[in-house]
Nanobody
Framework: QVHLVESGGGLVQPGGSLRLSCAASRSIFSTKTMAWYRQAPGKQREWVASIEPSRATNLADSVKDRFTISRDNAKNTVYLQMNSLKPEDTAVYYC?????????WGQGTQVTVSS
């Protein structure tokens, strides 16, 4: 079983930036595609970004010009750099990976974009 722990959320004004981190508990991290999802109040959880072991990345259209996903395999950590934040980015952000055919989730970190 893998444990994922997110950090870095908070309150930020529109146009601001935040960097989220997700630390994984196992060294298999380097072989897994890591992903970020988010869930806004009253909405379904949605995929935001993913990064493969090769470091190839994919981002949702709604964030691709503003967010960057990266990983540090030596630290078993994946990052989500969020720039030019908008109120509609307000959500709980979750880190995720598929381990042994089961999708694992972190506990989430709250991001609130408001003036």
């Amino acid at each position: 079983q893998v444990h994922l722990v997110e950090s870095g959320g908070g309150l930020v004004q529109p146009g601001g930036s935040l960097r989220l981190s997700c630390a994984a508990s196992r060294s298999i991290f380097s072989t897994k595609t890591m992903a970020w999802y988010r869930q806004a109040p009253g909405k379904q959880r949605e995929w935001v970004a993913s990064i493969e072991p090769s470091r190839a990345t994919n981002l949702a259209d709604s964030v691709k010009d503003r967010f960057t996903i990266s990983r540090d395999n030596a630290k078993n950590t994946v990052y989500l750099q969020m720039n030019s934040l908008k109120p509609e980015d307000t959500a709980v952000y979750y880190c995720s990976a598929i381990v042994n055919f089961v999708r694992a989730w972190g506990q989430g970190t709250q991001v609130t974009v408001s003036s």
